[in-house]
């Protein structure tokens, strides 16, 4: 059962770790004890003095018996800090209006949620390139149904795009690790003419930012960047996989041989209808016409029949009979007439469900099977893909068990979680605050 998740974040109160005790620098007016409740005490440049003025009447047993400010390691200033919480539950929708006056106020801060050999992985970042599409889609949502569904179709993607990273960043790894130190000349030679071909794309390097910036939300360093660890990450699949598979003739064959099913394309009729509603007198006249006077029942139809125009009002259907013992249309009145025609006959006309019915069997084809040859590049290039696939999951296991990186499933949950809070919970919490400025109740003034 796939549980729902409600989050909540507990944000570190930083201001009570740095903040001492007392301000050494402002005492408190000597007479406030005297001040009435809601007075202003006017403030002098006595009320400011020094800690190591000798006049200060200020009685300091108590702040010497008090003990020294807390000191706290950075290590342990952090605890806490990006925490998250999952509470199985419906998904955050609001149980009641806020009451008049409340306000929430919700801050996300990034949260590092692991890491792939020593990199760490931050949920800002993982979720970059999504985020405009990702508020978009919950923009749109109406009902806790589709939020549901939303939401946990979020997390197979997020689980998705994590494995596409971790596999990535591994071959990455994996490549740089195998240069030599002239090949990392060339790799220098080869980013900056990946750079200048964007510069020569655009005109110049600042219009290759700024456009870059607006059509993809990445800078011009940052596309160079993707484009060629995408680039390194294809070549050492080609070195470590792909240019060691090969099939042979005779793999081909046997597949051909074994899964005939696969190239036999079975038997089908195509039909072209043309349908005009009932009621429009002068159209059905006028298919009545032209039928008689032998025009071309295709191009009637593709002129004035309703049913699929931008398809040409075609109809193919697969047969694994003949026609005549087949099912052609679910209504019966259609399926009959589709039933009695042969090629290049059309059927009388046909009312059913307020519309006027003709039928033109167009064509009926005879289930063939398709000789080796037409089919052996097809067969070739499924065997070689599912090898690959089968070489690069061992390959990826292998480099998976010899680097270092956090639990693939508790870091979908933390992003999981992120994603809760910054596409759900902010959103709707600034939906239910309440506007700046508001009309006065009834009965204030204006």
Known sequence: MMADFRVSRTLLAIASLSAPAALWGCAAPRDAHRASPGALTPLTPADFVGPADASDPVDRSAQDAAPPPRRISAERASEG??????????????????????????YLVDQMVGQINGKPVYANEFFSDMDARLRQEVAKLKTSDEIKEWFAGLRKEIEQTLWDRLRDDLLLAEFEASMTPEQ????????ESVRQNFISTYGSEATANERLLSEQGKTLDQTVSDTTQLEFVREQLRRSIISKVQVSYREVENYYQRHPQEFTVPASATFRIIRVPASDTALVAEVERALASGESPIELARRLSTYKPDEGSVYTVELKAPLAESTIFQPQPLDAAARALSVGRTSPRIDFANDAWWLHLESLTDAKVLPLY????????????????????????????????????????????????????IPMASAEAPPETAEAPPGEGK
């Open 374 to 425: 037409e089919v052996q590049r097809a067969i070739e290039a499924k065997l070689r893909n599912q090898r690959i696939s089968e070489e690069e999951r061992a390959y990826f296991t292998q480099l998976l068990a010899k680097s270092s990186v956090s639990d693939i499933q508790t870091m979908v949950q933390r992003l999981h979680a992120f994603a809760a809070e910054r596409y759900l919970l």
């Open 184 to 191: 990392r000349m060339g790799l220098l030679a080869f980013v």
């Open 81 to 106: 800090v990006g925490d998250v919480v999952v509470l199985a539950g419906a998904p955050p929708l609001p149980s009641a209006p806020p009451a008049p006056g409340a306000t929430e106020t919700r």
